[in-house]
T-cell receptor, first 111, second 113 residues
């Protein structure tokens, strides 16, 4: 079993939809949770960074962490065609900066 | 402020050859981590360098090795290339080794034939 599970998609939505992306994990030692966006043939770009449980909002993006369920989410409001990319969740223990990634979910937003 | 840069952008090698990939860290960052991303997969941690010393390693064989230089740039060397080494190799830099944000470069795409 992988430490981090993520549905690879693709997830297809119309422009303006609310998108929900999710990851589950098995390692209870993870304390830091990130979402990266990766366009085709590019490196990952950090979108959201949260510590422990709770919500964090940044513009159209909201990240949620539920450590009791070992479940994290990223919500995208008013999705745009430019949001079409692969979204990677990543997690990290305290004490060492090794990121553990999910497989990524490919999102397609159609005009 | 310059971001993380990597070179070359892509290259093709044959099985058994050796390859060196290069990374320049973001200005002010002293830590470089390397990841391997196979097609359709998330990045996998290879190792991390902090102030010119290896500071942790993932589940990769010894033929994957690295260096960090006094200016904090870094190299990833892979010996005896195998077909499964074909992947996107990503370098990430950060200021510190614990919980600081890692910023990724564009990657080097390696194809092993």
């Amino acid at each position: 079993q992988k430490e981090v599970e993520q549905d690879p998609g693709p997830l297809s939505v119309p422009e303006g939809a609310i998108v929900s992306l999710n990851c589950t994990y098995s390692n209870s030692a993870f304390q830091y949770f990130m979402w990266y966006r990766q366009y085709s043939r590019k490196g990952p770009e950090l979108l959201m960074y949260t510590y422990s449980s709770g919500n964090k909002e940044d513009g159209r993006f909201t990240a949620q962490v539920d450590k009791s369920s070992k479940y994290i989410s990223l919500f995208i409001r008013d999705s745009q065609p430019s949001d079409s990319a692969t979204y990677l969740c990543a997690m990290m223990n305290t004490g060492f900066q090794k990121l553990v990634f999910g497989t990524g979910t490919r999102l397609l937003v159609s005009p | 402020e310059t971001g993380v840069t990597q070179s070359p952008t892509h290259l093709i090698k044959t099985r058994g050859q050796q390859v060196t990939l290069r990374c320049s860290s973001q200005s002010g960052h002293n830590t470089v981590s390397w990841y391997q991303q196979a097609l359709g997969q998330g990045p996998q941690f290879i190792f991390q360098y902090y102030r010119e010393e290896e500071n942790g390693r993932g589940n990769f064989p010894p033929r994957f090795s690295g260096l960090q230089f006094p200016n904090y740039s870094s190299e990833l060397n892979v010996n005896a290339l195998e077909l499964d080494d074909s992947a996107l190799y990503l370098c990430a830099s950060s200021q510190g080794t614990v919980r600081e944000t890692q910023y990724f470069g564009p990657g080097t795409r390696l194809l092993v034939l």
